[in-house]
């Protein structure tokens, strides 16, 4: 090894620290650490998990070259703590130091690309009269599921080691941290620092927090600078983007206030890479530092005028809501002077933010935009199918999460992992973190995600815009789902490929501007008559519940003719007898608020206008409480069951 990486692991060896239990002796070692920003320690959150599970206040030690400081655990990703299995996904755990401390902090990579390769693994293990650091050589050599790196056999790692950095010595960076080795065998797993980002908001105040410190440029007592370290392309006549470039557009970047959302950072660093895809899937984007990381190939950064051109869509989206940072845009200028190659400035000068990530306007002006339903093609959309399990007493629902970016075929993102499946009561509980965890990633700001709920006509009473995953939501964001999106039901009955009848009634509703509402059921007898001949701009209205009785053999009817749209009341109505005079006002109320739709398009979130009416106790909005939507567009059907043979041993 060269002295550079010699110095490198002494800057390691002092952010690297071991967890204690607290108080003035020595106590067993639970586990190793390391400082990712001051203050700010992470470890494995099954180093803690025993010592913490009864109680997530208890202060312990943490320890290492010139620290020895009273801490307590921040957070962990742990789901649940009685566990003694600790998934690789939810092994982290962040510590805070109590009161200040200097040390040393770890340079923690940005690339979202997992690590294969060499790598040097630290952390502490037991022995008299005190613990003793440790640094091995590694191989990881695959991966398992979303985070996890597989550490390959013949390497030594020592009980205790657990919770330290693995570091890339040729990057100079920490791509992942020990989680354990293999019972009775060499090797180990580890978890990729990318699973950071399950924090959330935490991790975005880390990750400024780690920028920030190593943008002051500080030195060891050596006189040493972990970014001066690193390996990487030399300043040269700026050419190349440079770990000290990197350095400094990461401390300017952490300056400003966060990304709104996900796809903001998505659609700014697919812009600054020409419209190019990068390869792979996308991670999860929470922080400007997140989209820079998107800006390689393999491990190499790519043109610096690509990094410029994205800085440079990240200050015009600061500087479009009054968050300007003046230090951004001047260093973005003089480092573009650096650049040689003049004839190519244009690339990362002349850059205008696209018109999706212009601010949104106030929506409680006195006109609203209405944001237009997607098509295919014409932007994301998230779709969860229930299922009911057959013959089950009370019902119950298999689940599927599926996710349609609106450039390719949708993807299943998760499905029921049960064998029996959910009672209604506690599809709400199951759905929390699978589906509101998508939802919250995908939404735009001042636009969130469309969601559609496919269900079996018996179950199209399921008050699923009443839904909240968020038990506490902020005071300007209305917590149930359909106030917050536009929120349609689907029929499961018509998943795979449409028929006739539905596209053509599609095609005929779509063509128009005007759109009037149908009495469903017509007087008289229920049957198909009516439904096959309604006029193709009448769109179906119920006053009664579509998952029952006299509704449901209307709903099935109005289905099986094609109708796409239908909207109906989900409340209790009397099975004989003429309709109370409520229905009459409901039916009244409904046609005028089709009058104001100018396409079908529109509809969806018309109706989330009214909801969100509703949710913030406007007047006059009440009587669209339990309304119901079906918007069912056959150009783009749910996802079709699986019908191919599954292999099974014999």
């Known amino acids: 090894m060269s002295e550079r990486h010699d110095r490198l692991f002494d800057l390691v060896r002092a952010a690297t620290v071991h967890l204690l239990p607290a108080g003035g002796k020595d106590g067993p070692l639970w586990g190793s650490g390391f400082f990712v920003a001051p203050g700010w320690v992470l470890t494995a959150a ?26 307590r655990l921040a957070d962990w990703l742990i789901t649940d703590p009685r566990n003694p299995k600790v998934p690789l996904a939810e092994d982290l755990a962040l510590v805070r130091l109590t009161g200040e401390h200097p040390h040393e902090c770890v340079w923690l990579t940005d690339r979202a690309a997992r690590h ?10 037991p022995g008299p009269p005190e613990a003793h650091f440790r640094m091995v050589d590694a191989v990881i050599n695959g991966q398992e599921d979303t985070h996890g790196l597989i ?28 989680k354990s080795k293999r019972r009775d065998k060499d090797g180990g797993k580890a978890v990729a ?3 950071l980002r399950r924090f959330g908001e935490t991790y975005r105040t880390v990750m400024a927090a780690h920028d920030r410190w190593h943008g002051e440029e500080p030195v060891s007592d050596r006189g040493d600078n972990w970014v001066d370290l690193q390996g990487g392309p030399a300043d040269g006549q700026g050419a190349a983007w440079t770990p000290r470039d990197r350095r400094q557009a990461l ?8 990304p709104p959302d996900e796809p903001t950072v998505h659609v700014i660093a697919r812009e600054a890479r020409s419209g190019n895809k990068w390869p792979g899937a996308t991670p999860e984007l929470r922080t400007w530092r997140d989209g820079h990381g998107l800006l390689y190939a393999g491990s190499a950064p790519l043109d610096p005028l690509t990094f410029l051109r994205y800085l440079r869509l990240v200050e015009a989206h600061a500087r479009a809501r009054d968050a300007a940072n003046p230090a951004l845009a001047d260093w973005i200028t003089r480092r573009l002077r650096r650049d040689p190659r003049k004839d190519l400035h244009a690339l990362a000068r002349n850059v205008a933010l696209p018109d999706e990530l212009l601010p949104p306007p106030d929506d409680h002006g006195p006109e609203r935009v209405v944001i237009s339903y997607p098509g295919p093609g014409e932007g994301p ?45 506690e599809l709400v509980q199951a759905l929390r973190v699978p589906l509101g965890g998508l939802l919250e990633s995908k939404d735009r700001e001042g636009h969130p995600v469309p969601l559609e709920v496919g269900l079996p006509a018996e179950h199209f009473d399921t008050a699923v815009h009443r839904w909240r995953f968020a038990d506490i939501a902020a005071l300007n964001d209305p917590g149930h789902l359909g106030a917050r999106r536009r929120l349609v039901l689907r029929a499961l009955e018509r998943r795979g490929y449409p028929d006739n009848l539905w596209l053509d009634r599609w095609q005929g509703i779509t063509a128009g501007r005007r759109f009037e509402g149908w009495r469903m059921p017509p007087p008289g007898a229920v049957d198909a ?19 029952q009785g006299t509704g449901n053999v209307a709903m099935k009817h109005a289905l099986r003719s094609g109708h796409p749209v239908a909207l109906w009341h989900t409340g209790p109505h009397p099975e004989r007898g003429a309709c109370p005079p409520e229905c009459d006002t409901l039916h009244a109320r409904v046609e005028k608020f089709l009058e104001t739709l100018g396409s079908l398009a529109e509809l969806p979130d018309r109706l989330r206008h009214v909801r969100q009416d509703i949710s ?35």
Not at 116 to 125: E, N, R
Not at 251 to 258: F, K, R, T, V, Y
Not at 382 to 399: E, G, K, T
């Open 529 to 547: 008559t009516g439904y096959h001949a309604a006029e193709r701009h009448r769109i179906p209205v119920m006053c009664r519940p579509a998952g």
């Open 46 to 71: 099954h180093v803690l998990r025993q010592h913490l599970a009864a109680d997530r206040t208890v202060a312990f030690r943490v320890r290492g070259e010139g620290v020895d400081a009273e801490a």
């Open 151 to 178: 550490i390959k056999p013949d390497i030594d790692l020592q009980s205790g080691m657990s919770g330290g950095p693995l570091l890339d010595p040729e990057s100079g960076a920490v791509v992942g941290l020990i």
């Open 193 to 195: 620092i990318a699973a």
């Open 116 to 125: 294969s390769g060499a790598l040097k693994a630290c952390g502490y293990y």
């Open 616 to 650: 913030e106790q406007r007047p006059d909005s009440a009587w669209a409480e339990p309304l119901a939507l079906l918007y069912d567009d056959p150009r783009r059907p749910l996802p079709a069951e699986e019908t191919e043979t599954v292999d099974a041993p014999l």
């Open 381 to 425: 959309v998230v779709a969860l199918l229930l299922d009911p399990v057959i013959s089950a007493q009370p019902v119950r629902f298999f689940w599927q999460i599926w996710y349609d970016d609106g450039d390719g075929l949708p993807e299943l993102h998760e499905a029921d992992p049960s064998v029996h499946g959910c009672r209604p009561d």
């Open 251 to 258: 401390a300017l970047l952490a300056e400003l206030p966060p």
